[in-house]
């Protein structure tokens, strides 16, 4: 079955080290989403790919960065972590027209 | 700006009675909407979706939603909840990116 995968489940880090969260799926999906999710505010888009090559910032982007080499992965990476960047951490992808996102199961980060 | 509005944070049932959940939106023409649940430590699943058509939309699990345009409301409800059903259930809604409500815990209680 397709899926999509995110790694590692859980991540600890200290403030300044870059860090990288990875997203693979499997559903051949042009469209790939970044979120983070935080009490009270649901879950916020950081950056969104539609293709290959194609990345487009989010509402809350700053810190963050992601490049699309492939269809399966988007690769988020936190340049210089912050203790603002603990959250959790969610990959999604969708079809090319289709706005219905599948999740993966999320990433839980941890900055000290 | 363009977003989804879920009033209630917490909302607690007892096994076996209704559930209602509200989420209203403010977007000026007839928005796709979504509503997700997310269950402790999982990532989220689609219930249910509404691009157009019929305004009662059937879902997974039992779930039932309703859009109404008077009241810019997509309410979710199941007619008799279960325990496994206590999770937290997000509201979205599309233009141009998927935007969420900030999420109503649903507890319940035997």
């Known amino acids: 079955d397709a899926e999509i995968t995110q790694s590692p489940r859980h991540k600890i880090t200290e403030t300044g080290r870059q860090v990288t969260l990875a997203c693979h799926q499997t559903w051949n999906h042009n469209n790939m989403f970044w979120y983070r999710q935080d009490l009270g505010h649901g879950l916020r888009l950081i950056h969104y790919?539609?293709?290959?090559?194609?990345?487009n910032k989010g509402e809350v982007s700053d810190g963050y960065s992601v490049s699309r080499s492939n269809t399966e992965d988007l690769p988020l990476t936190l340049e210089s972590a912050a203790s603002s960047q603990t959250s959790v951490y969610f990959c999604?992808?969708?079809?090319?027209?289709?706005?219905?996102?599948?999740f993966g199961p999320g990433t839980r980060l941890t900055v000290l | 700006a363009q977003s989804v509005t879920q009033p209630d944070i917490h909302i607690t049932v007892s096994e076996g009675a209704s559930l209602e959940l509200r989420c209203n939106y403010s977007y000026g023409a007839t928005p796709y909407l979504f509503w997700y649940v997310q269950s402790p430590g999982q990532g989220l699943q689609l219930l249910l979706k509404?691009?157009?058509?019929?305004?009662l939309v059937q879902g997974i699990k039992g779930f039932e939603a309703e859009f109404k345009r008077s009241q810019s409301s997509f309410n979710l409800r199941k007619p008799s909840v279960h325990w496994s059903d206590a999770a937290e259930y997000f509201c979205a809604g599309y233009d141009y990116k998927l935007s969420f409500g900030a999420g109503t815990t649903v507890t319940v209680r035997a």
């Open positions: 999604a992808s969708s079809e090319s027209g289709d706005h219905e996102q599948f």
């Open positions: 790919s539609y293709g290959v090559q194609d990345t």
């Open positions: 509404y691009f157009s058509g019929d305004t």
